[in-house]
């Protein structure tokens, strides 16, 4: 099935041609990356996650009818898949270790998709393996699993789903379990929802990076840092915002918007002319060195 048109959003943000210091309490470096443009993973609909997909893919409801209304479940119903390296060799478990040392990442998955599915796009074994970190990908809820960020997306954001408040649980949980530095990786629905956490509760995050994705609330007073890779050719999640698009029922901002939108934040944006809403060749490997960094939340 086509995927329904979208509405242009209305003209007059901030272009993008160049770095330059924007509105508000927070400098933006507003960056074109260049990235390989060849080979870029694309994942058949049948996988999910990305945004796009979420209008049809495997299902016989029409492309504009909402998913249903959902039930939340206790944490303890929600499936994890966790990483931890082990020498040379990456450890997948369904349960948290004990005691974690270090770093603690949370990953999160794009609308339609899964713990698994995130895993092998954003390289979460890398990510375990190189940072030394404990990585923990939960599940969204619902037929087609979705994140509550805001205005997006599925079946989660229509029921009002607390997904901040079992992030921040889990993060918590944690935290306990010996964790001194907690990040959350997220793409497409995944970075929304990493962004209202940080909008929201702040103070239990260190730092985020958002792939292909946007702030969905109305307002973020949080004070945080972010890693933003975004691509310029993204027309799900578009750099210069769009009023509406028909299959998610909602709207997203102008990249150039993002520093009003959360005046307190660190915002590291990147532009990867080239890509679309896909994760590209190169994004993960610079979500990796990005939180190698350690980064911290802004003084």
Request: charged share 20%; hydrophobic share 50%; net charge negative.
């Amino acid at each position: 099935m086509p995927r329904p048109p979208r509405t242009p959003r209305t003209p007059g943000g901030p272009a993008l041609a160049r770095p330059r210091l924007l509105a508000g309490a927070v400098a933006v470096a507003l960056a074109l990356v260049a990235l390989p443009t060849t080979g870029l993973l694309q994942l058949p609909g049948a996988l999910g996650g990305d945004l796009r997909e979420g209008a049809a893919a495997g299902t016989d409801r029409p492309a504009l009818v909402p998913d249903p209304v959902v039930e939340a479940v206790p944490d303890a119903e929600r499936p994890l898949l966790v990483l931890r390296a082990e020498g040379d060799d990456v450890v997948r478990a369904a349960e948290l270790p004990r005691a974690v040392a270090g770093t603690a990442v949370l990953v999160l998955h794009g609308y339609t998709s899964s713990a698994a599915q995130a895993a092998e796009r954003l390289e979460a074994a890398a990510l375990a393996r190189d940072l030394g970190a404990v990585v923990v990908l939960p599940t969204g809820l619902g037929e087609r699993p979705s994140w509550a960020a805001g205005s997006c997306c599925g079946s989660a954001a229509r029921s009002d789903v607390d997904d901040v408040g079992y992030l921040s649980r889990l993060l918590a949980d944690l935290r306990a379990r010996g964790a001194e530095r907690a990040y959350v990786v997220g793409y497409s629905n995944g970075g929304m929802l990493a962004y209202r956490l940080a909008c929201e509760r702040p103070e239990d995050v260190d730092a985020v990076a958002v792939v292909n994705g946007t702030v969905a609330v109305p307002a973020c007073p949080g004070a945080f840092t972010a890693l933003h890779l975004a691509g310029a050719e993204d027309d799900a999640v578009p750099v210069d915002g769009v009023d509406l698009v028909p299959f998610l029922f909602t709207g997203f901002p102008a990249l150039a918007d993002l520093p009003a939108l959360a005046p307190a934040a660190d915002l590291d944006v990147r532009v990867l002319p080239g890509v679309g809403h896909e994760v590209a060749p190169g994004v993960p490997a610079t979500v990796r060195r990005w939180l190698a960094a350690g980064p911290t939340p802004p003084a």
